[in-house]
């Protein structure tokens, strides 16, 4: 599953400190040791060897929490230990302003279609074959946390795809709905904070209903112990997204 708490949180406090968040460039991810752009080859050894693929999406000279997961996480020698040995490390880069010859552009692009990676940092881990085992993101707590919270994703994975996936969907295109709307506002004169303080209280308003219900859905469905956190994890997120946009509506 997409983050929603961070995608949404994130999206959120770009409204409010927008320099504060892109005012300097990220690092290049491309140098991460043990990394290498070349899937085809990375796919290559997996086979050989019978080992996953760990694919990297990332905005490497623009998305600060790309360079935040970097730093906290895949540069550490915590994760690398282990992931050096178990993984094939593959980034997938989508910069703004570096250069990438067509053909990697070509491959991130259909690598980005073929897992429906929706936003930065995401991190895809598929089979020898490229079929999708699990898929996450930056979580705070350092690269010990972050690595042993991924392994336990892969573990529940089958079981999460047969209990939760639907309602996962369903979250992830809402979230994704409600950060588009709420940052389009190219029909608001930019100097007019009435009026973009009232679009975002209309998204709200909008929204609002469809994440109620979502929280129903969700508390409706019964899952086996292995998926309890999960689960959990899911409903803290909806409650936020409850609670900011409720927090919209009711601003004065």
Not at 99 to 126: A, C, H, I, M, W
């Amino acid at each position: 599953m997409k983050k929603l708490h961070t995608t949404f949180l994130a999206s959120l406090l770009s409204l409010l400190v927008v320099p504060c968040l892109f005012g300097a460039p990220a690092g290049n991810v491309n140098d991460l040791n043990g990394f290498e752009s070349d899937y085809a080859a990375a796919l290559k050894r997996a086979k050989e060897s019978s080992r996953d693929i760990f694919i990297l999406f990332t905005g490497s000279d623009w998305c600060r929490w790309c360079r935040i997961f970097e730093s906290e996480v895949l540069s550490r020698k915590e994760f690398l230990d282990y992931a050096t040995n178990e993984w094939e490390l593959v980034v997938a880069d989508f910069p703004k302003y570096k250069k990438l010859s067509p053909e990697l552009r070509k491959q991130n692009s259909e690598l980005r279609k073929k897992y429906d990676v929706r936003g930065f940092p995401t991190v895809v881990l598929s089979d020898a074959e490229g079929k999708k085992l699990c898929a996450g993101g930056y979580s705070k707590g350092g690269a010990e946390a972050w690595l042993k919270k991924f392994i336990k994703e892969k573990e529940v994975a089958p079981f999460a795809k047969k209990y939760l996936s639907p309602i996962e969907k369903k979250i992830n295109d809402l979230d994704e709905k409600v950060v588009k709307e709420l940052f389009d506002t190219t029909s608001i004169n930019e100097n007019d904070l009435k009026a973009i303080c009232q679009h975002r209280k209309n998204v709200a308003v909008k929204y609002l209903p469809e994440v109620k219900a979502l929280i129903k859905e969700l508390e409706s469905i019964q899952v086996p112990s292995v998926l309890s956190g999960k689960k959990a994890g899911m409903m803290k997120d909806l409650k936020f997204m409850n609670t900011e946009l409720q927090r919209t509506v009711d601003a004065q």
